[in-house]
Each structure stands twice: as C-alpha cells, then as structure tokens.
C-alpha cells in the first residue's frame, strides 16, 4: 500500500471555507423526481381516469399503449394507474414509518436521555436486546403478530428502525452533553428541559435530520422487501414494491409491468439518499467546520490542550 | 564545517496558505538549535518537511532547498527520503501514546527500527542491542519494559521508548517535535534532562522544536523564533534571552518577566472589604468516585478526603498534574457533580446532597471552563450566550444589552463582537468573553478551571492579567485551577497541590513555590526550569500586566 | 481475570438477547390473527368440535407463560416438536434447510467483504476518482435498490433477454446480488476508516522510522482499521440475513429463508419459532465472537 501517494494527492487539512452556493446537478435532479413523486401521489385522480384495483380479465399483460400507457398487469389493472396510485402508497407508508422511527428513537431516547442515567439504562438495556435481530426480521415478526393491512405494516417499519434512532440520538447527544457549553449552562440554574431545547437539539437537530434522510429510503427498500416476501402492503393500496412483487412470477410475460415500478422505486431511493448525503455533508459538520476555521492554523498542537482532558478521566 | 542540515527559502503551502515562509536555516553536526514559536508558527510542519512526512495536501514550493549533509533532500519524494530515516536522521514526536503503536510490544517496535538497519544481525544481537537503547535512555528493568505494550508503560516511559527507537541507527540528526508537551511537569524535566545527555554522549545534532522558552533556554544552543511562519530572530541563546531585538521575541520573553513578578504590591480591594467570619467555600473531607466503565469494575476514586477553604477576595491556586483531581473538584465545589462523601458549604450552605442549587447561590458562584471551543454554543451569537445567564438567574432586565456591552467592554471587547458567533473569534477573545459571561452576576466565587492551558504564552498573560485586574476591582473570590506553576503563582494567594485526588500540602503562594515542605511539592518545583538568565531579565517589565491593551488582538 | 468476566459478560448478554428474540417471536407467534387451526379449518373444512379437538391436542388451549414453557424446556432438549401440516419433526426440516442457507450466506459474506476490502484498500493505496466513484456506485447501489429488485433485473436480462443462465437454481446470481449488496453497505465505513488510519500519530511513526510501505500497511495501518473491519462484519450480517430470506424466496432455494415464509403464511408455529431461535442463536454467537476477537486483536481491551 504505497502510503506516500496519499498524502502527495489527496486535497487537505483546511477545506476551502467558502460555502459553495451553487447546486451540484445531482442533487437538482434527485429534487425534482422527489417532488414529482410526491405531486404523483396528490394529484393521482386527476392524471388518470383509471382506478388501480380493476381487473380487466381480458387485457392481462397488455404492452403498453392503447387505454393503457403503460400496459397492464398479470390481472388486467393498468399499471400507470398503479404506478401514480402507488406513489402515493408508497411514500406516505414510508413516512408515517419514519416518523415513528423517530418518535419512538429520538423521541423515547431524548426523554430517557434527559431525565438521567436509569431511565437511559432501561431503555437502552431494552434496545440492545432486540439489537441482535436483522431490521427486516424484526418487522416480518412484528407483522406476523400484528396482522397485516396498512397500519400494523408502519407500526413494524417504525419499530424495526427505532433501535437505529436510538443510538444515533443517544451518540449524538451524549457529544453534546459532554461539551463544556451544556455545564456552563448548568451553573447559570439552568434545568435539563432548557439544556435540551437550547443547547443540545439546535446542536443534534441537523444529525438527526440527516438520520431521517438516510432511513426514508430504506423504510421504503424494506416495505418492498417485506411486500415480496407476501407479508407487506394489502392489495386495496398496493406500493411500488408490492407491484414488483406481484408481477415478479410474470416477468417473462409482461417485463414492462415489473420494470416501471422497479425504475420508479429505485429512481426514489436513488435521489432520496442523494439529498440525504447532502444533508449530511452540509448540516452535520456545522460544528466542525467552524471549529477548523479557528483551528486550522494550528499545525504545531499547543502544549496543554489534550491534557485536562485527561485530568478528569 | 559543512553544516549537517541546511534550509534555504523553504515554502510550504497548505491549501493556498502559505504556513511557512522563506525560512532559512543550518545546524551544525552536534549543534542543538531550538525552534520555538506558538501555535501555528509553522514550526512542526517545517520539521516535518525536513522528514519528509508533511501532511497530505501540503506542498513544498520549487525554490525550496533542503541539503543534509550537502545532499539535496527531496521531501516530497518518499521512496527518496525513506532511506535517511530511520538511520541519518530520526524523529521523536509530541504525544507519545498515540504516536506508538498500541498493537505492537515495545520490544516489537524498536525491533522493527533495529531491522531495516540492514545488518544481518541476528535475533539475539538485536535483542542485546533493544535492551541496551532502553537502559541508554534510563528506563528500569529494560527486560520488562520490552514486553509490555504501550497503553501499559506512563508517559514519561511512553516517551523514552520513542526516544529508544528513534536513537537505534544512531541518527546525525535528532529531530524532536514537542517531545515533553504533553507531559506532566515533573516527567517533562526528567525528558528534558535526559535529551540534553544523550546529545552530550552520542553528540548527534539536535532540532528542539518547542513552544516553551524556558526549556528551549535549557537545551539550546542557538535559538531560532518563529511567528505566523516567518523567523522573526535567531542567534544564541544567551544573545535572545538577554537581548530580543524584535518585538515578538521580546513580548515571548517579558512573559516569563511578569511571571517572576507576581502582582503582590498591586493595591488590592479586597482590604477594604468587611470580613465576615465565613468563608466562601468550604470543602470538608470531600470524597468523588467516577463509576466503572465496566459491569463489574472498581470505581475510579477521583478525590479522596479534600479539604480547603477560601475567604472572601482571596485567590486559591490549585496546583497539580493531570490526573490529580483537580478539575473534578473544581465541578464540584459549584455542584455541578454529586460527591461521594464529604461537606461543601458555599456561602454557610451546605450543598451536599442538595438536588440542584437555587438562582441565589448559582448567582454568587460562577465557572469558567478550560476549552475556550467548547464553552460557547457554535450555535449562539455572542450576545445570545451572555443573555443565557441573566435570564436564567432572573437578572434580566431593561438594561440587558447596556449590561453586556459593559461587560464586554470590561474585558476589551467593542460591542461589535455581539453580533458574531464563537467560530468568528479567536481562543483568546473566547475565553474573555467567558470571563465576561461569568460576571455578568457579580459573582462572590469565580472558580476558574485551567482557563489559559489552551491558548498561547502571550494571550496567557493577557487573559490572566486582566483577570487578576477586574478581582482587583471588584473583589470576588477565586479558585484558579492549573498545572502551570509560575501561572498558578502568579494569580493566587495561597496556593494547595493535589496529587492523586488528595492536596498534599496548602500554604501561601510563596511558601508553597519557594520552600515547599512535602516531597512530592519539592519535586514539582524542581521541575519548573529556572533560569539565571531569565530571573536576571526582570527589570523592563512595567509594561506587561498593566499593558494588556498592547495585546488587544490575540 | 478482567478478561474472563469480560467474556462472560458478552456471553451473558448474548444468551439474554437470544433468549429475548425467542420469546419475542413466541408471543409475537401467538397473538398472530388466525392460528393453524383456522388456516387447516378453512382449507379442510374441520368441524367446530374437531378444531376444539385439535387445538387441545397441541396445547393451544393453555396459557400463554405455560405452552412458552412447555415449548422452551423440550427446545433446550433438542426437541422443537413436529411441523403441524407436514408432521414431520421440526429438527428434520430444519436440518435439511440449513446448509442451502448456510452455503448462500458464507459465499455471499466472503465475496461482499472480500470486495469491500479490495476496493477501500486500492482507494487508500492509489487514491483515484475512478475507484472512489466506484465505491460510491457500490453503496448508493445496496442502498437505492433492494436485493429482490436486482434478483429479478437479473432474471429478466441474463435468463429471459440473453439466455445465458437458468432462471432457477444455482447460487452464482443469488451470490452475486447480495454480496454487492453486503459490500455497498460497508465499503463507503471501510475506507473512511483506512484515510484515517493512514494518518493515525503511530503511522507517522512508522514512517519516520523509514519502514517500507508493505510493512506499514500490514504491520501499523492494518491492526488499527481491524476493528472496525469486525465491526462492520457483524452488520453486514443483518443484511445478509434479508438477503438470502429473498433470494431463497426468488430463486426457489430450500433454505432456512423459505421455510420460515412458507410456515409463516401456513401459521405452523414450530417451524416459525425453531428457525428464529436458530438464526438468533447464530446471530448472537457471531456478535459474541465478533466481540472476543476485537479484544483480542486489540491489546488495550484484554
């Protein structure tokens, strides 16, 4: 491993300090297909006369075109239809998943985080045990005992991904606790619900948010999953993934009727973890970056900076 | 005689800044020449170059020349300058804990800089040779020590096997990169002691690279002074400490001067203060355990039985090395942590046991933190930070900005510096604008937590001088906790040194630096380098404490 | 000493973690909408008595705390009872499964992290815009598109377009789409974590005392990315496990995968409980010797 060519190439230390205004095209696009996903989704009635649940027994597998601009299906239904009515399915499922994520991860976590150190144990004793459980097992058990159907399916999206919350919260808020801002507070009187409004969320707010970015696409990766594995959406609101999987045992009759919920859905996941790597680059390192402005003349360390630190340890 | 290292015009570029300019130097074989400078003088990265071991992204310019021992060095050509290390010339660096190995044993790392010297030696001749680089750089038992792994041996030992390695192919050259910052006082004079013996017996050359003047005065014999990458003065070192010429090198100097001038005549308030009988705080037998990291570890017992008091006005130094216990007692001496076992009272109130602590006590008793960094919300404008204080003590008022400004001010900050956020300002201006931030309630109690360890000498004396003229002003009482003596000194009264979470000994400050009784105190002192030259040098120092104004903008 | 006890505790909480998922997945099993009994009543048309019968004679009519206990001391005697539809003994089937999963899940994790390694160690030792967009395709990739997805794309464009391998049977193509996979998941981490070791203070060292390039990588950059490596390898493992639960169900595998979905949709509990208790068990014992390894690579926490 020729250790010299990395540090004769790479770009350095200081980054440049000017924060870049213009927007990489990437991350235009990934914008403008999210929005059009969710203008897809809202405004589904009204670009196609069609509904999404009929069966018309004597079109199946149609290529597109005709009635159908993008064919039909194993049983008829018109797969553009879906496609808009699936939109709509798709994303709010992964949303209302994501938001229970949260609000059992970071909102539990920041609770139990905040009012010391055994309602943390306990929850977290709790989090570590499920840990060991692949996410998508975790939710394919939960929806055995929930029962399938739209609700019980969020519930177990929510609740595979919370244990990932969790940590990501209680990492990112144990830095901040730690930092010397959160004590000075502390002898000026003030109490924890402060600290955590004031100093802590303005400083986790922009992890979390990126976390919220990088676990929408996979809530909707995993309700595919779980839809393939027979388990996911119910077939009165079909998603994107429940038509892959529906139309998986016909890909040789009808290709087109997987391949544009396919496109589509990875489409989505593309451009929704792009925007969620920017987010993470341009929220996260906020502290960072600006510690380095101020820091990053110093290539000779002073003496004593690394040593109080110690001192407590 | 042909110089063994010669620098010429060196430039070197970190994306677009140039961190070290037209920097030209020689060192003579055998020669010890000291390169000091603060943080961010460039001096590391100019002995980096001379390694060949620059950060990634720093370049070299082209009209750089760089000869050791009259052949062109090409530091940015590794293959090129992987043949002279390790054996022309050899590197020790500042954090010794990180910079070896955990994985490895000491004997294996040493062993590794034994083998690529090319002699076909054999396993058991390099093994006598191991044990002999380690019993040349004093370390006991050398048997022992070989096994260990490094996350076993103390700083001081961590330091002595690099120091080991570095000196096994017998190097021209010594390069050593802020060896004993990160040591403890008492370890720092031992290394110190110990680099000035090995130069005299194997009499290879020497570059110190150090942001200390006094142990620069102690092993060099020429200096060379480096600000914002330039050299601002160079010559021997008798010529620099006795006569600076420049103003930096001067202002570096007249540091140590007001140093050896504590502010004892300045005409205090606190005389005309009434004295009531009770003291501000008072620690009784304080005990505090951290609790083990692991299910079934020992707690680690961070203080063990501490005991003081400090009176209205007065100024307690606490004094010790890391470890001590110090901080730790720092925090809870304002409840900011529970204790174990013990009394705190501040003000006559027991607060032991209490939950939290009311406004009126948070009110008299005021922290200030090591790492100007961390103390300020990234997130919060200046005037946002300072308003934390008043609202949350229900001192909030009409007046607010009036006051903060006035509290700014105090600390020679215009009210322009409101507006900005903390990453906008310099260490210095940070912790001003905490010390600021922490009078704001007229606290009767200032505790002050290694305030100054993470900035520069000379922002150092400008932040401690003007602390020690708004006590004179207003008369708080202070609790200055540091591991710098001559710093400690300079600030408190009475001055008590912890070692290992109890205070071996408590006594006024001059007693305590000058004839100090216990053992472990007498050791300490012994460490602090003490020169002639530099106690000779106080004669032109009126300028310092009272002249913070010249070093505004640090 | 420290050591043992460290041991024992990760050991320790590796049985708790399993005990909990197995208890978890019993009751989960249990307050499932429909039992095996209704599923069997509807497709055989059971009388109401003979389904009374029936749910006596497998215990069903008991309490909960109880059929967990009966079930769990005859499970730590090996014995994880008969499949109710197949009546064939549960430790049979499973026995059968297992090493279809097994083969899957072993190449799949050699070939993902053998090419997580390959490419984060050439972006380190030759940094290039073209491998690091390569890494960047790898993770977006096991991000942005579910493993069935690229399963099927896969069918349609080498078996039905080109007709270069059998739809069905082989592990080349299941292998491949989750080791990718598994590979994208880690790789962006994995060189993180090489940039910085390469700079780490020890390396610097290294390099002053003039060790070849070889031996710095080996001996010095290496061991201090290990952890991370084993880190990395326990989460690959949870991909690993929706992997081949899809693939198996794609390619029409007989492995532990199938098993389990087909008794989930035929609710034979059994089967459902026996083969989560093994992969949790599985999982457990891979985090605990995961564990042990990372202190035994690293000194410092021995």
Not at chain 2, 426 to 452: H, K, M, T, W
Request: glycine letters at 8%; proline letters at 6%; one cysteine or more.
């Amino acid at each position: 491993m020729a250790i010299q060519a990395v540090s004769a190439q790479e770009p350095g230390l200081g980054r440049a300090p000017s924060p870049r205004r213009h927007w990489p095209a990437g991350l235009i696009l990934s914008c403008a297909i999210v929005l059009g996903v969710v203008a897809a989704g809202l405004t589904a009635p009204w670009l196609t006369a069609n509904s999404p649940l009929d069966q018309d027994l004597l079109q199946l597998n149609k290529a597109p075109g005709g009635d159908f601009p993008l064919g039909t299906d194993h049983l008829g239904r018109d797969v553009f239809a879906r496609l808009l009515y699936g939109a709509r399915s798709t994303l709010g499922i992964s949303l209302a998943g994501t938001a229970i994520a949260f609000a059992i991860g970071a909102g539990a976590g920041l609770l139990a985080l905040t009012f010391g150190r055994w309602p943390a144990a306990v929850l977290f004793a709790l989090i570590d045990l499920v840990r060991a459980l692949p996410g998508t097992l975790l939710a394919l058990l939960l929806i055995v005992g929930l029962g399938s159907g739209p609700g019980p399916l969020t519930l177990a999206l929510g609740i595979s991904f919370a244990p990932l919350v969790a940590y990501v919260t209680r990492a990112t808020y144990r830095r901040e606790a730690a930092r010397d801002y959160v004590q000075a507070a502390a002898s000026f009187c003030g109490g924890r619900l402060h600290i955590l409004q004031r100093h802590i969320l303005p400083n986790i707010a922009g992890a979390l948010v990126t976390q919220a970015a990088i676990i929408l696409p996979r809530c909707i990766v995993t309700e595919s999953v779980l839809s393939f594995l027979g388990v996911g959406s119910s077939p009165d609101a079909p998603t994107w993934g429940r038509m892959i999987a529906d139309s998986s045992r016909f890909v040789e009759r009808a290709p087109h009727a997987i391949l544009v919920p396919l496109v589509a859905l990875v489409l989505l996941t593309l451009a929704l973890s792009t925007i969620g790597n920017h987010l993470r680059r341009s929220l996260d390192p906020v502290r960072d970056a600006a510690d380095r402005t101020a820091e990053d003349a110093d290539d000779d360390q002073p003496a004593e900076r690394a040593r109080p630190q110690l001192a407590t340890a | 005689m042909r110089p063994l290292l010669d620098i010429a015009d060196l430039d070197i570029v970190i994306a677009g800044r140039r961190v070290v300019r037209d920097l030209s130097l020689t060192i003579a074989p055998g020669e010890t020449l000291a390169l000091i400078g603060e943080s961010g003088s460039g001096k590391s990265m100019t002995a980096s170059a001379v390694m060949g071991l620059l950060p990634p992204g720093a370049r070299i310019a082209d009209h750089a020349r760089l000869r050791f021992d009259g052949a062109l060095l090409k530091p940015e050509d590794d293959a090129a300058m992987r043949p002279l290390r390790g054996r022309a010339m050899a590197m020790v660096f500042q954090d010794p804990m990180s910079c070896l190995n955990p994985f490895m044993t000491v004997a294996g790392q040493i062993d590794e800089a034994l083998q690529r010297l090319g002699t076909a030696a054999a396993a058991r001749q390099r093994h006598g040779r191991l044990l002999e680089l380690l019993a040349l750089v004093e370390l006991p038992d050398p048997e022992a020590i070989a096994g260990r792994y490094p996350h076993e041996l103390s700083g001081g030992q961590q330091q002595r096997v690099m120091l080991a390695m570095a000196l096994a192919a017998k190097p021209r050259l010594l390069i050593a990169d802020e060896p004993t910052s990160a040591l403890d006082a008492t370890v720092q004079a031992d290394i110190l002691a110990l680099l000035k013996n090995l130069q005299r017996t194997l009499g290879n050359a020497l570059l110190f690279i150090t942001h200390d003047l006094a142990a620069a005065a102690e092993l060099a014999h020429r200096i060379v002074v480096m600000q914002a990458g330039r050299v601002v003065e160079r010559g021997p070192t008798a010529a620099i400490l006795d006569d600076p010429r420049e103003d930096y090198t001067r202002k570096l100097v007249s540091t140590r001067q007001m140093l050896a001038t504590p502010p004892q005549a300045s005409p205090v308030a606190r005389v005309t203060l009434p004295k009531p009988a009770e003291p501000v705080l008072r620690i009784e037998g304080l005990v505090h355990d951290y609790p083990a990291r692991r299910l079934f570890g020992r707690p680690f017992r961070s203080l063990n039985g501490v005991s003081l008091t400090i009176a209205p006005g007065e100024t307690l130094g606490i004094l010790g090395e890391s470890g001590s216990g110090k901080s730790t007692l720092a925090r809870l001496a304002i409840g900011l942590a529970p204790a174990a076992a013990g009394e705190i009272s501040l003000f006559g109130t027991p607060i032991v046991g209490l939950a939290r602590l009311d406004r009126n006590l948070r009110r008299r008793c005021q922290i200030i933190f090591q790492n100007p960094y961390g103390a300020l919300n990234p997130r919060l404008t200046i005037e946002a930070a300072m308003r934390e204080p008043l609202e949350l003590l229900g001192l909030s008022g009409p007046d607010d900005r009036a006051r903060i400004e006035a509290a700014l001010s105090d600390v020679a900050l215009g009210p322009e510096h409101l507006a900005r956020y903390p990453h906008q300002l310099s260490g210095g201006q940070r912790q001003r604008v905490c010390i600021a931030r922490a009078l704001l309630s007229e606290p009767e109690l200032l505790i002050c937590d290694e305030i100054v360890s993470a900035l520069d000498a000379t922002v150092q004396m400008h932040v401690i001088a003007m602390l020690k003229a708004l006590q004179a002003r207003r008369g708080f009482a202070m609790m200055f906790v540091g591991h710098d003596i001559e710093i400690v000194r300079w600030v408190s009264d009475r001055i008590a040194v912890m070692h290992r979470g109890r205070i071996v000994e408590q006594g006024p400050a001059a007693t305590i630096v000058e004839a100090p009784a216990e053992s472990y105190t007498q050791r300490l002192m012994a460490a602090m380098p003490r020169r002639p030259e530099m106690t000779k040098l106080i004669i032109d120092s009126e300028a310092l404490p009272n002249g913070a104004a010249s070093l505004e903008n640090h | 000493m420290a050591r043992i006890v460290a041991v024992l505790a990760s050991l320790l909480r590796g049985l708790l973690q399993a005990a909990f998922i197995v208890m978890l997945t019993f009751f989960l099993c249990r307050v499932m909408p429909g039992d095996v009994v209704d599923v069997l009543g509807l497709e055989g048309g059971l009388t109401v008595e003979q389904q009374v019968e029936m749910r006596r004679s497998l215990g069903l009519d008991q309490s909960l705390p109880r059929q967990f206990a009966d079930w769990a001391g005859q499970a730590l005697h090996g014995d994880f009872g008969r499949s109710i539809r197949f009546d064939r003994p549960v430790g049979e089937m499973l026995a059968t499964a297992l090493p279809v999963t097994a083969k899957l899940a072993a190449l799949s994790f050699c070939f993902g992290i053998g090419l997580a390694l390959l490419l984060a160690i050439a972006a380190t030792a030759r940094p290039s815009r073209w491998l690091d967009a390569t890494i960047d395709f790898v993770n977006t990739w096991s991000i942005a598109v579910p493993t069935f997805c690229a399963g099927v794309a896969a069918i349609l464009v080498f078996s039905i377009w080109l007709g270069w391998l059998p739809v069905i049977g082989g592990l080349l193509v299941p292998v491949l789409v989750i080791g990718v996979d598994n590979a994208g998941q880690v790789v962006k981490s994995l060189r993180e974590e090489l940039r910085e070791a390469v700079m780490l203070p020890h390396v610097r060292t290294a390099r002053a005392k003039g060790l070849s390039p070889w031996r710095i990588a080996f001996a010095h950059v290496l061991p201090a990315a290990m952890p991370i490596v084993l880190a990395l390898s326990g989460l690959v493992l949870g991909g690993l496990v929706a992997g081949s639960l899809t693939m198996e169900v794609l390619f029409a595998l007989p492995g532990l995968g199938s098993l389990t979905l087909n008794a989930i949709h035929g609710r034979d509990y059994p089967i459902i409980l026996a083969a989560v208790t093994l992969i949790a068990v599985a999982l457990v014992a891979i985090n605990t010797i995961v564990d042990m390894l990372h202190r035994l690579v690293d000194p410092r926490l021995a």
